[in-house]
């Protein structure tokens, strides 16, 4: 197929099933260069017309935490002392870098999640 520039959600969503089916393709084959061409044409679509609304960290905390049946003392060996955690849950402060590490290894999510103020 001929590819251009992605304008319709229609041309999107062919592109995503094609990029799907040549994912394995191997380097220096034909496919593997469309699959690079997809790829930009894809990206460039997204960058456009998805987007993606910021999340809340402390609501992000809170969900990990209900799905995991865990109780704020649960968090102090990530976040310190209960009135870190306490401070932290309730907005009253600011997730440091270190506590965002820690948050990103326990939770296994990426650590910008936990970064941004919404």
Do not use: C
């Not at 690079?36 to 017309?49: A, G, I, M, Q």
Request: aromatic share 6%; no cysteine; proline share 3%.
């Amino acid at each position: 197929m001929n590819w251009k520039v992605i304008k319709t959600e229609e041309d999107y969503q062919v592109a995503i099933a094609r990029t799907l089916d040549i994912f394995q393709a191997n380097e220096g084959t034909p496919e593997a260069d469309e699959l690079e061409l997809l790829l930009v044409l894809v990206k460039d679509y997204e960058d456009k017309h998805v987007h993606i609304p910021e999340v809340n960290p402390v609501e992000v905390i809170k969900l990990k935490m209900e799905e995991r049946g865990m109780k704020a003392k649960d968090l102090e060996h990530i976040i310190g002392s209960k009135g870190h955690v306490s401070s932290i849950l309730s907005g009253r402060r600011e997730i440091t870098l270190k506590m965002a590490q820690r948050l990103k290894d326990y939770f296994h999510l990426p650590a910008e999640i936990f970064l941004h103020s919404a």
